[in-house]
């Protein structure tokens, strides 16, 4: 690893770091059938298909929730347009440290969803970010180093795909019963 990329990802670190220390949101978990809205923050494919996204939004729609997904393309440029619940953005939208710019986090927290879940097998600055900035009630991705930045998280393996991790949160999502 470069020096240059070394100072990236120290600096991304702190900028996550720093979100989730000022965060002021009420965490809130209600049973997985009464969850109306869904975020998905997910990579992205190369060939910006992700068939697997869709699948997943399609069985989550199926369940009647209206689910949104945006997705991270580590390229310069996406072919993919720009939809009201489904966005790709690119490095081009962000900082030099690898955190989404001003203008794409705006637009990001523009809406508001009952629970935001995060679909990466690895750490993903852009999408770490984004998952620490959402004032969801409830969050959910992979086990991640940082505090807080999600309420529920999930150890898995580093042989395990993206569709392996859904079914796990799915299952833990439909296992857990709330207080109401």
Not at 166 to 176: C, E, K, T, V
């Amino acid at each position: 690893m470069s020096f240059i990329q070394n100072i990236k990802d120290y600096f991304a670190n702190k900028n996550i770091k720093k979100v989730l220390a000022f965060q002021n949101r009420h965490i809130y978990y209600r049973d997985f059938k009464s969850v109306k809205t869904i975020l998905i923050l997910f990579k992205s494919e190369d060939d910006e298909n992700n068939s697997f996204v869709r699948d997943i939004i399609s069985d989550l729609k199926n369940q009647g929730k209206k689910v949104t997904a945006w997705g991270y393309l580590d390229k310069k440029d996406s072919e993919a347009a720009v939809l009201p619940d489904f966005r790709l953005f690119v490095n081009k939208d962000l900082s030099f440290y690898k955190i989404p710019n001003k203008q794409l986090t705006e637009e990001f927290l523009l809406s508001d969803y009952d629970m935001v879940i995060q679909l990466c097998r690895s750490d993903i600055y852009p999408l770490d970010y984004l998952l620490a900035q959402s004032k969801a009630p409830f969050k959910v991705s992979k086990y991640k180093p940082y505090k807080g930045i999600a309420d529920l998280m999930i150890q898995i393996d580093d042989s395990s795909d993206e569709t392996y991790l859904f079914n796990q949160i799915l299952f833990y999502l439909n296992s857990i019963q709330a207080k109401n």
